[in-house]
């Protein structure tokens, strides 16, 4: 027998698993950067396509038995090629952080000078974190989004761009609420001589579904995760105009990495026609749609929302002006009891440190992929204020929870069982 019988199964796995799947559906997920991704999506993840090596490229691959999968990773590139307008693309990269430190790699030399996002401001970690790659071998200088109006100050990212004269500029954010123009990066980008980068992780869904500028026609790259609102496999894929394609396509592999996932290839390629279907544009816009409901309801509960608002799939709570006692680190925990998942999260110049923060950061891709619309926002709002106003008080905490199950059943995830 190859593989262990029926009765030495791991039940262990499988029933957490399980316990897992359980805790997904009967929860409200408001983690900005996660997402239900299709039961075909799931299929083709978990395939056959996990058995097999294929180092290399679509007819250049190193090991035979490769044409079926050239065709799939054929099928992936020319998907997200037409869905963002793209020259070039490379599907491979096993997350976002792989794919811009493949991007990294490809176009800069270790020392070289880039301008990103502040980490403490709405950057990520890849952008330049001195506890990153990015920040330990590249010589990152940040911008910080503007102390009023807390939005990117294009004064300042061009003044930091004369000043350090960067080789390249990385636009994209990880907790901002408001929309990314890339034409005032592009202008500064051409102004110092600098290659411009646009991490699109979080927005890669929106951008796709029409409801977010897209940024291909000025980017010298776009990188992006897909699974996020994408609503795809974990993964990453990087779009470049044809005078980077080598130059990436070698440091993704062999610069980078190693075997490409073709199972996750795969489920790329079914998650990219996914969102070339019409009915992908209403998801992105309700998506948004959901999140300015949220936010509005939410600043009727007395949360002031990071910038007055959104115009993404996410927001950013400042929660001192609801209670100036309240944590992001306390909030995160006390929802999770009550059903509500989320994440703790840094205002800009929060006085508390990323471990217990005065913010938490709320996204509506989740809850959209289940149908909920404006008014199911409303009860969020009230539901989150409601645990958070009565956070020691455990018999409003389990009244909280039963509710949120309820409104979840409303809302089945998988019909089937996946
Ligand atoms: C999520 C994210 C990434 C990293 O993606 P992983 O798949 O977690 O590695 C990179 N950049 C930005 C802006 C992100 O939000």
Not at 6 to 22: C, P
Not at 98 to 122: E, F, I, Q, R
Not at 298 to 324: E, I, N
Not at 378 to 387: G, R
């Amino acid at each position: 027998m190859p593989w262990p019988s029926e009765s030495q199964r791991d039940t262990e796995v499988f029933g957490l698993i399980d316990k897992e799947r359980e805790r997904q559906v009967t929860g409200l997920q408001l983690i900005a950067s996660e997402n239900f991704t299709s039961p075909d999506v799931m299929e083709a993840t978990g395939s056959v396509l996990t058995n097999k090596y294929a180092e290399g490229y679509p007819g250049k691959r190193y090991y035979g038995g490769n044409a079926v999968v050239d065709e799939i990773e054929a099928i992936a590139i020319e998907r997200i090629k037409q869905l963002f307008g793209a020259d070039h693309a490379n599907v491979q990269p096993h997350s976002g952080a792989s794919a811009n430190m493949a991007v990294y790699l490809g176009l800069l030399k270790p020392g070289d000078t880039v301008l990103g996002l502040s980490l403490d401001h709405g950057g990520h970690l890849t952008h330049g974190s001195p506890v990153n790659a990015s920040g330990i071998l590249y010589n990152f200088h940040s911008f910080r989004v503007g102390a009023t109006d807390e939005r990117l100050d294009f004064d300042q990212i061009r003044e930091l761009a004369i000043k350090h004269k960067p080789k390249m500029i990385v636009a994209g954010t990880t907790s901002y609420p408001r929309r990314l123009e890339p034409e005032p990066f592009r202008a500064i980008a051409d102004e110092v001589g600098a290659l411009m980068m646009f991490d699109i992780a979080h927005i890669a869904g929106l951008v796709a579904g029409g409801a977010h500028p897209n940024p291909v026609p000025y980017a010298d790259v776009v990188t992006f995760t897909t699974h996020k609102t994408l609503r795809g496999p974990r993964g990453g894929c990087i779009l470049t105009t044809a005078a980077h394609a080598a130059a990436i396509d070698k440091a993704v592999f062999p610069g980078s990495q190693g075997g490409p996932l073709q199972h996750a290839v795969a489920a790329k390629a079914v998650a990219f026609h996914e969102a070339l279907q019409p009915s992908f544009k209403d998801y992105a816009q309700q998506i948004v749609k959901n999140a300015a409901a949220l936010a509005e309801a939410l600043s009727k509960q007395g949360f002031r929302l990071v910038s007055g608002g959104t115009d993404t799939h996410m927001m950013v709570v400042d929660l001192q002006p609801f209670d100036a006692e309240l944590t992001g680190k306390e909030s995160q925990l006390v929802l999770d009891e009550a059903g509500i998942t989320l994440n703790k999260n840094n205002i800009p110049n929060d006085p508390r440190s990323p471990f217990v923060t005065s913010g938490v950061r709320i996204g509506t891709p989740s809850v959209t992929t289940q149908g909920m619309k404006e008014p199911e926002m409303a009860l969020i709002a009230e539901y989150v204020a409601q645990t958070l106003r009565n956070r020691n008080n455990p018999a409003v905490i389990a009244e909280v929870r039963a509710k949120v199950a309820t409104l979840c059943a409303k809302f089945p995830v998988y019909s089937k069982r996946v």
